[in-house]
Each structure stands twice: as C-alpha cells, then as structure tokens.
C-alpha cells in the first residue's frame, strides 16, 4: 500500500514568518493529495488539496506544490498568526483505489509565536 | 455542511468491557472509515466501509471489529477492551471515487480510556 511520510514532526516560527511542511509517497498512482489542519480538541479539517495534474495551488496565506516525478509534495503558509497553531496532516490517496483509501502522514505540530 | 456525528465524545470503560463506538453522516457518503490517534503516530486506519454490510481491514485491525447495517451508520467495536486501546478514535466519511477529490470528512473524535 500507500506510505506517506511526514516532515518536521514539530516546527516553531515567529509571527509574520512562513512555514513549510514536507510530505512524500510512494506509491505512483496516488493522484489526491489533501491537506488537513487539526486544532487542539478538534476535528481534522480540510485546508487545502491538490491534484496531480496541477503544480501548485494557492488559498490567500496557503499554497501547495506537488512534484510527481520526485513523489513529494509540501504545503507553504506565509506570514503566520497564532491561529495557525496546530496540527497539520498531508494525505494521498491512488487512484486505483475505488474505496477512496486515504493515506496520512504521521502529522506536524506547528507552534506560532506570538 | 457535511455533518460527521459520533455518539461519545468521552468514554471510560475496564478492561474486558465490550465497548461500542458510535457513527452517523448525513451526507450519504458510500465510504466510512474508523481512525485511531495516537501523539507522534498520526492517523491509523483500523477499518473501511464502502458499502452497507461491506467492510475492509485497515492497518490496525486486531482487536477490533465493526458493524454497517445502514449505509449513514459505522460502529466500531472492541470486543474486549484493552489498556493499549486507549486512544483517540476519529471516524470518517466520503463519496465513493478514488482520488477524484472526494475528500474525507471527520467526526469530532471519542476519547476512550480503558482502567
């Protein structure tokens, strides 16, 4: 099966800096690639998510990248608030998967200093 | 508004006790899942549905079985509860298709602790 793995564990920025969090795959028909955004106590909730016939997407403060070739992709957060602070996970999922099985990262820890 | 509804969200049970989870979308998602979360160890699948009696083992099966009667209905259940199954139980939902951007809708989470 799939295996997603995901980098930092824990990252700590200053307000205002940008944050970059790395995920890679292995399996080459994984084509969906979501990013979630889990607050403490909270559900997971989707941010952002890419297709594999697009490079990169962006949402205001948010923007995802995805090279197929080397199997990574990384979601990028520009000037941080505090609200960022979270738990973020990367997912992919293959597309000859007709259940829609998605695979996570083990998830990154962002810490947003005030 | 997709709605993901699990039944506890605050669970304390001892060891050996039968203990049910409970799950309901109202979105009539095909595809339901059972997540457990653990620090440092991310999501883990336990189990999927994708359809109404239709079940498949996920990555972390053992000790756990699940239950779907009605399609908008997924239940975990541990049939005799553990210490090392206490955790954070997430359960999913999603529209049938793979990797056509049907994403994954979660429920609010149950914690469960087994004394």
């Known amino acids: 099966g799939e295996n997603v793995e995901q980098h930092p564990s824990t990252l700590s920025v200053q307000e205002g800096d940008s944050a970059v969090i790395k995920c890679t795959y292995s399996d080459s028909a994984s084509n969906y690639f979501p990013w979630y955004k889990q607050e403490l106590g909270k559900r997971p909730q989707l941010i952002i998510d890419?297709?594999?016939?697009?490079g990169e997407k962006k949402d205001q403060r948010i923007a995802v990248t995805l090279n197929k070739t080397a199997k990574h992709f990384s979601l990028h957060i520009t000037e941080t608030q505090p609200e960022d602070s979270a738990v973020y996970f990367c997912?992919?999922?293959?597309?000859?998967?007709?259940?829609?099985?998605?695979?996570f990262g083990s998830g990154t820890k962002l810490n947003v200093k005030p | 508004d997709v709605k993901v509804t699990q039944s506890s969200r605050y669970l304390v049970k001892r060891t050996g006790e039968k203990v049910f989870l409970e799950c309901v979308q109202d979105?009539?998602?095909?595809?339901m899942f059972w997540y457990r979360q653990d620090p440092g160890l991310g999501l883990r699948l336990i189990y999927f549905s994708y359809d109404v009696k239709m079940k498949e083992k996920g990555d972390i099966p053992e000790g756990y079985s699940v239950s779907r009667e009605k399609k908008e209905r997924f239940s975990l259940i541990l049939e005799s509860a553990s210490t090392n199954q206490t955790s954070m139980y997430l359960c999913?939902?999603?529209?049938?298709?793979?990797?056509?951007?049907?994403?994954?809708?979660f429920g609010e989470g149950s914690w469960l602790t087994v004394v």
């Open positions: 979105m009539d998602h095909e595809n």
């Open positions: 890419i297709r594999s016939n697009v």
């Open positions: 999913a939902s999603s529209r049938r298709g793979g990797g056509s951007g049907n994403t994954i809708y």
């Open positions: 997912a992919a999922t293959p597309s000859r998967d007709n259940f829609n099985k998605f695979y």
